[in-house]
C-alpha cells in the first residue's frame, strides 16, 4: 500500500523505533516525522560545538577521535576506555566500561550524544550513545558534510532519526507521490516559495546553508497560512453566531456619562468609541481587543459601551481580576454617574440604572440582593471578579462582558461569561500590556483590534532609573531621600517587592511575568525581598515618622479595600506592596515608585508598575533597585526599561527576552505549540501576508473546497492536542 503522509510511523519504521518516536517526541505519522526538522547541522571542521556545551546539557556532537587508551580498572573486574574526541577547537573525554567498538579509532568521526559530566574539572560523556561515521551506509550523507542534528530523545538518537527520515524521503524517489502540497499554487508562486517535497529534502538534506534558508522560508509559510486559515476560520464562524443588537439612543444613560465627565475624552478615545457604537449595533457579536498603555483611559471608553447597552435595554458585566479593582471600578463608575447610577433608591434617577458589585466576598444578605438585581434587570452595571462567572449568577438579558486586564482571564472564562446571555453577547476585552503586532495576530488572532495611542494630555510623565544597590550603595539612600521630599511636597509613593513575606517558602505573588534566568544558574541567589520585611526596615528606618501601610494578595478583600482606599484618601503616604499594585489601580496623587529586586519582574511587568504613577498633572518618578551587575543582561534589560517609555518596544523587548513558547502559552515543550520554525519576533511581514491570503481564500466561494490539501493541515491543527494554546491564550 502506498505510504501517505496520514501512514502512521509504526508501518514503516521498525516497531522500536516507532514507539520511541511516539512515546518520546510525540511523532505518530509520516506527517509528524517529516516536519520534525533538525534543529542544526553539524559540519566537520566546525569550530565551536565541543566548546560550548555545558554541564548538564544533553547534546548531539560531530566529532573527531584524537585518542583511544585502554587499562584494566583498579578495584573492579573490567576494562576503562577513555577516549578523547575533538571538533577543532574544543576536546572532550568520552568515557566506557568494558568497550569493545573496534571502529572506535583515531581519526575516526562520528557523533556522540550524551548527557555532559564533570570529572576531575574535566568535562566528559560517560558511555555516551554514538554513531561513527565510516560506516558505508553514511557515506552519501556523510559526503554531504552538513549532517543534520535532531531534537532527539533517551531511546531515539539524532542519527536513528536521520536514517528514518532518508529512509522515507529515499523511499519514493520522487516525493511528490508522498507528499501533497498543501500551499495552493498561485500562492507559492506569488511569493516564490519551494514546493513541499522540494523543501523537506533541503532541510533534511541541504549541501549548503543556502539550501536550509529557502526551505525553511517555505516551511514557515506553512505553519503561518494554516495558523491565520484557524483564526479567520474562528472569526467567521463567529461572525455567523446571532447576537442582539444594542443600538445608541439619545437622550440616555450615555448621554448622561457624556455630560457628567469631568474631561473632554481625547481624539483616541472618540475614534474608539465610534467604532465600539458601530458593532454594538449590529446582531453579530462583537469580539474585539481594546489595547492602550497604562492610563490611556480605557476604562471610560468601556463605560460609555456598557452605557449605550443600558440605554438599548440590555445589560452589562465589567470582569476584573481582583477584588481590589472591581470595588475601585464600582466605586468610579458610581462616582461619575451619580444619581444615575441609584435608579431604584430614594435619590436616585430613575432615567438612570443599578450599578451592582458582585464578588466572591459579599456577605450573604447582600450577595442575595446582588444575584436579585442581576437576575431581575435593574442591575444595568454588574461588576465583579471571576464570581460573576459562578453558577447561580443569572442575568435578564446580558448585553456585553467587558473583560479588564485581559492577561489574567482565559478564553475559557470569556466563554463562560458570553453562555449567560440568551443570545451571545458582545465581547470588549481590554489590556494595558501593549500587544507586539504579531502576537495580536496568532494569540488574540481571534479578535478584531483597537489601540488608544494617546494618553490623555496633562499628563506629568514618568522618568526612570536603575539604582545599583550592589554597586551603588549610596544611591539607595538618595533614593529614600527622594521618596520623602515627594511626600513632604503632598504627594505618596508606592514601594513594590516580589514576595509578601512571613511565611517560609512563599511563593513570588506573581510568577507570571517572572524573567527568564539569563545570568546563569540562580540557586546561589538571596530569596526575594518581602512586603512584610521591607515595610519594616522602611518604618525604622529611612521612612521612620511616614504613614506607611502594606498592600498584598493573602489579606482579606476588606483589608485590601480598606488598605486601597486610605492611600487613594491620602491618609496612608507610602504603600508598600506586591504587584496587586500592577493592575489598574488608580491614584492620580501617587508619584513614586520604588521597585525592590527589579530585576525579578518581567520588562512588561514593570512598564505596568511604573503606570500606576504620574496618573494625575505631576510628574512621577520610578526607581528599579537591583542587585545586578550593570553590565549583565538583566542590567542591560533593566536599563532598557528605564530609557524609553513606549510601550510597544518594550513589549518586544519583553518577546526577547522570553521563550516563545511561554509567549504561545504552550509553556511545556516548545515543539507542541504547532509552530516549530515561525517566529514571532522575526516573521512578522509573513505572518501579516499569511493572514491576508488566510482571508482571501475563505472569502472565496468554494473556501477551501478548492484546497483539500490545506484543508486537510487545518483539521490536522484543530484536532490536535498542540493547538491547545490557541485556547489558553
Ligand atoms: P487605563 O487605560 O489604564 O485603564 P484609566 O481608564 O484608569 O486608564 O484612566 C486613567 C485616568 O485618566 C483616570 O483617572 C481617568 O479618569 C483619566 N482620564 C481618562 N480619560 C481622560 C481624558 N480624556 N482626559 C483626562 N483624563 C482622562
Ligand atoms: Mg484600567
Redesign the pocket.
Known amino acids: 500500500m502506498a505510504v501517505t503522509m496520514q501512514t502512521p510511523l509504526a508501518r514503516v519504521l521498525g516497531p522500536k523505533t516507532a514507539t520511541g518516536m511516539s512515546e518520546q517526541l510525540g511523532l505518530e505519522t509520516v506527517r509528524d516525522l517529516l516536519r520534525h526538522y533538525p534543529r542544526r547541522y553539524a559540519s566537520r571542521g566546525e569550530q565551536s560545538d565541543l566548546a560550548d556545551v555545558q554541564v548538564g546539557d544533553r547534546v548531539t556532537v560531530l566529532a573527531q577521535v584524537r585518542s583511544v587508551t585502554t587499562r584494566p580498572m583498579k578495584n573492579r573486574r573490567g576494562s576503562l576506555t577513555e577516549v578523547v574526541v575533538g571538533d577543532g577547537s574544543g576536546r572532550m573525554k568520552l568515557v566506557f566500561f568494558n568497550h569493545r567498538h573496534a571502529q572506535l579509532k583515531p581519526n575516526a568521526w562520528g557523533m556522540f550524544a550524551g548527557t555532559v559530566g564533570e570529572w576531575r574539572g574535566e568535562k566528559q560523556f560517560a558511555h555516551p550513545d554514538m554513531h561513527l561515521l565510516d560506516g558505508e551506509d553514511d557515506d552519501t550523507d556523510w559526503a554531504r558534510a552538513l549532517v543534520p542534528i535532531y531534537p532527539a530523545s533517551k531511546d531515539v538518537s539524532s542519527w536513528v532519526i536521520q536514517k528514518s527520515v532518508k529512509l522515507l524521503l529515499g523511499a519514493s524517489g520522487e516525493l511528490g507521490d508522498l507528499v501533497v502540497d498543501p500551499l495552493p499554487e498561485e500562492i507559492r508562486s506569488r511569493h516564490a516559495l519551494l514546493s513541499l517535497p522540494a523543501a523537506l529534502l533541503d532541510i533534511h538534506r541541504p549541501t549548503s546553508m543556502d539550501d536550509v534558508e529557502r526551505a525553511v522560508s517555505r516551511l514557515k509559510w506553512d505553519e503561518a497560512l494554516v495558523l491565520q486559515l484557524t483564526l479567520a476560520a474562528r472569526r467567521r464562524a463567529a461572525a455567523l453566531e446571532p447576537g442582539i443588537a444594542r443600538p445608541r439612543r439619545a437622550g440616555g444613560l450615555l448621554d448622561a456619562v457624556d455630560a457628567a465627565l469631568p474631561?473632554?475624552?481625547?481624539e483616541g478615545?472618540r475614534e474608539v468609541g465610534e467604532e465600539l457604537a458601530a458593532e454594538l449595533d449590529r446582531d453579530q457579536p462583537m469580539h474585539r481587543l481594546l489595547q492602550?498603555e497604562?492610563?490611556?483611559?480605557?476604562?471610560?471608553v468601556a463605560l460609555r459601551a456598557m452605557a449605550q447597552v443600558v440605554d438599548a435595554g440590555g445589560q452589562a458585566a465589567l470582569l476584573a481580576p481582583t477584588e481590589v479593582l472591581a470595588a475601585q471600578h464600582a466605586r468610579g463608575i458610581r462616582q461619575l454617574l451619580g444619581p444615575l447610577g441609584r435608579a431604584g433608591e430614594l435619590d436616585g434617577d430613575a432615567a438612570g440604572t443599578r450599578v451592582t458589585l458582585l464578588t466572591g466576598s459579599l456577605k450573604a444578605a447582600a450577595k442575595r440582593s446582588a444575584l436579585a438585581e442581576v437576575a431581575d434587570g435593574s442591575a444595568g452595571i454588574v461588576i465583579g471578579t471571576h464570581a460573576l462567572l459562578q453558577e447561580g449568577v443569572e442575568f435578564a438579558d446580558l448585553g456585553l462582558v467587558v473583560v479588564d486586564e485581559q492577561h489574567r482571564f482565559g478564553v475559557e472564562q470569556r466563554d463562560a461569561l458570553r453562555a449567560k446571555g440568551t443570545r451571545p453577547p458582545h465581547v470588549l476585552v481590554m489590556t494595558?500590556t501593549p500587544i507586539p503586532r504579531t502576537v495580536a495576530m496568532t494569540v488574540y488572532g481571534d479578535l478584531e483590534i483597537s489601540t488608544l495611542r494617546q494618553l490623555?494630555s496633562?499628563r506629568g510623565g514618568v522618568s526612570s532609573s536603575v539604582v545599583p544597590a550592589a554597586e551603588k550603595p549610596g544611591w539607595v539612600d538618595r533614593a529614600w531621600e527622594r521618596l520623602r521630599e515627594e511626600v513632604a511636597a503632598g504627594r505618596q509613593a508606592y514601594v513594590v517587592c516580589p514576595r509578601i513575606g512571613d511565611v517560609p517558602g512563599d511563593e513570588p505573588e506573581d510568577a507570571d511575568g517572572a524573567p527568564p534566568e539569563d545570568d546563569g544558574p540562580r540557586s546561589d541567589r538571596r530569596p526575594p525581598l518581602a512586603v512584610l520585611d521591607v515595610a519594616e526596615l522602611l518604618r525604622s528606618g529611612p521612612l521612620a515618622g511616614l504613614r506607611l501601610d502594606v498592600l498584598h494578595g493573602r489579606m482579606t478583600p476588606d483589608e485590601k479595600d480598606e488598605a486601597m482606599r486610605s492611600f487613594a484618601a491620602g491618609e496612608t503616604q507610602v504603600l508598600v506592596a506586591t504587584t496587586v499594585v500592577e493592575v489598574?489601580v488608580?491614584v492620580?496623587n501617587a508619584t513614586v515608585m520604588v521597585v525592590m529586586d527589579a530585576d525579578r519582574f518581567g520588562v512588561s511587568q514593570l512598564h505596568q508598575l511604573r503606570?500606576r504613577v504620574a496618573?494625575g498633572k505631576h510628574a512621577g518618578l520610578c526607581l528599579l533597585v537591583t542587585d545586578a551587575p550593570t553590565s549583565s543582561p538583566t542590567g542591560t534589560r533593566l536599563a532598557a526599561v528605564a530609557a524609553t517609555s513606549d510601550g510597544f518596544e518594550l513589549a518586544r523587548l519583553d518577546l526577547e527576552t522570553r521563550r516563545e513558547g511561554d509567549v504561545l502559552g504552550a509553556a511545556q515543550s516548545g515543539t507542541r505549540s504547532g509552530i516549530r520554525l515561525l517566529s514571532l519576533l522575526e516573521d512578522e511581514e509573513l505572518i501579516a501576508t499569511a493572514r491576508t491570503e488566510a482571508s482571501a481564500l475563505l472569502a472565496a466561494e468554494r473556501g477551501l473546497a478548492d484546497h483539500p490539501g490545506l484543508a486537510a493541515e487545518v483539521a490536522a491543527l484543530a484536532t490536535d492536542e498542540r493547538a491547545d494554546w490557541l485556547e489558553k491564550a
Open positions: 474631561f473632554a475624552l481625547t478615545q492602550g497604562v492610563g490611556s483611559g480605557k476604562t471610560v494595558a490623555p496633562g489598574g488608580d492620580p503606570g496618573r
